[in-house]
């Protein structure tokens, strides 16, 4: 198994703690610096033409794209522990949870978006991070919500056991300390964030414990 990946990577970290929490080692990590551009090198791209991160490749392939798909894809090829519950209506919330993330929020800041800002319509710094923030902030307001009037809410996002909304969880805190965004107005997000934090599969896989990170960021 390989996969392609890089220390910043809001969605490779939500991968790692899917290999993490199922005992997944990959033999091969292959590094994309997406802030030299890798991403786009035709190298890259004949893997996945979109050019985003991660990918992953087990055995002959063909190579696997998008977070949630691969982390579905390691669940059921390794189905314990489970990430994602038995019900129907609650996988749906727990699937809707993880999507505020991973499909509402996240895609509004990876660099393509923040570059493309910047080069195409000249948004300096400063606005370029007020428009992660924003987004950001949108998400976890949102997952603040559904998190404390949820009755399903536990300790996590969904009773006691990890899902795959906690993965989703988790990355968004890690992008709001990216990006500054105060995580006090969310003590429910942040109380789960903290718990995901106290299990060694998230806290191995955090974006600043990767080879390549800085010693602050």
């Known amino acids: 198994m390989k996969i392609f990946s890089f220390w910043r990577s809001l969605a490779t970290y939500r991968v790692r703690i899917a290999l993490n929490l199922k005992g997944i080692t990959p033999d091969e990590v292959i590094e994309i610096n997406l802030l030299k551009g890798q ?9 996945n033409p979109m050019g985003a991160i991660p990918a992953l490749i087990d055995g ?3 190579p696997l794209f998008e977070s949630l798909a691969i982390i579905e894809y390691l669940d059921e090829i390794k ?26 929020s996240h895609p509004l800041v990876v660099p393509r ?13 400063a606005g370029v991070a007020k428009w992660a923030g924003h987004w950001i902030a949108a998400a976890l307001g949102a997952l603040e919500q559904h998190l404390t009037h949820g009755k399903q809410t536990g300790n ?8 795959i909304a906690d993965l989703c969880l988790a990355s968004q805190a890690a992008g709001a ?8 107005p969310y003590p429910t997000v942040k109380r789960i964030a903290d718990n995901c934090m106290k299990n060694e599969a998230f806290a191995k896989a955090h974006p600043l414990k990767q080879p390549g990170a800085p010693a602050a960021a």
């Open 156 to 163: 996590f996002c969904h009773g006691d056991q990890i899902t």
């Open 39 to 47: 991403q786009r090198d035709a190298a890259f791209k004949a893997i």
């Open 79 to 104: 189905p314990n522990p489970p990430l994602l519950p038995k019900d129907p209506k609650a996988r749906a919330r727990v699937r809707g949870l993880a999507q505020i993330v991973a499909c509402d």
């Open 177 to 184: 300390h990216f990006f500054k965004v105060d995580m006090g």
């Open 60 to 62: 002959e392939g063909p």
């Open 113 to 125: 978006v923040r570059e493309y800002l910047a080069h195409e319509f000249k948004v300096d710094e």
